[in-house]
């Protein structure tokens, strides 16, 4: 019996981790969008992307100050969706981290934002310093920022990852955890194109 309650833990923690923190049934119903093209992988030919504009909001280290996608005009920009409530972002925070490290003084620069955060902005600042996350993260615990990256991407999917490129449309999307390796392959591919 307690092999059983090990493998079905087990089970369940792997599909958590690999699925992410995703609510399916709330914007199915309403015909709202759960994966574009029902991939929850993508990536976008220039001709194909939509340009997200006007994404802003407040720093969560940091209550006074407003980041803004603007402010990071003519770079490839990383966008991603987290909570610090949610298993799979603790998984791929590191890996983010690694490749952020690797990528930003090459033209790329990422930019968290944290969504769904009842438990306050002291759980997300916690969850940047645990994590060792040096980029910095918007503070918008009712998801309000992601509209600005278009309506035909899901707004409950948590993690949620956006590579955007020096236009600032969304050049690939990940609905889902993103490992180094596929997100550093996926960011040299944006970054080739010039």
Known sequence: MRRY????LLVLVTLLATT??????????????IAPGGKVRQFYEPGQR?????????????????????DYAGKV?????????CAPCRIESPELERTFLATKDRGVQFLGINVRETAGDDAARDFIGSQGLTYPSIYDPPGKTLLAI???????????????????RVAASYLTTVGEKELSS???????EG
Request: charged share 15%; with cysteine; net charge neutral.
């Open 5 to 8: 309650a090990q493998l079905t």
């Open 20 to 33: 992410g923190c995703v609510q399916l049934t709330d914007q199915a119903s309403k015909g709202g969008v």
């Open 50 to 70: 939509s340009t997200v504009e006007n994404l802003s909001g407040r720093s969560v280290t940091d209550e006074k100050t407003t980041i803004r996608l603007a």
């Open 77 to 85: 920009v990383v966008i991603n969706v987290w909570g610090s409530w």
């Open 150 to 168: 278009g309506a035909q991407y899901p707004t409950t999917v948590v993690p949620m990852t956006f590579v955007l490129d020096r236009q600032h």
């Open 186 to 192: 996926t960011i040299e591919k944006v970054l080739g």
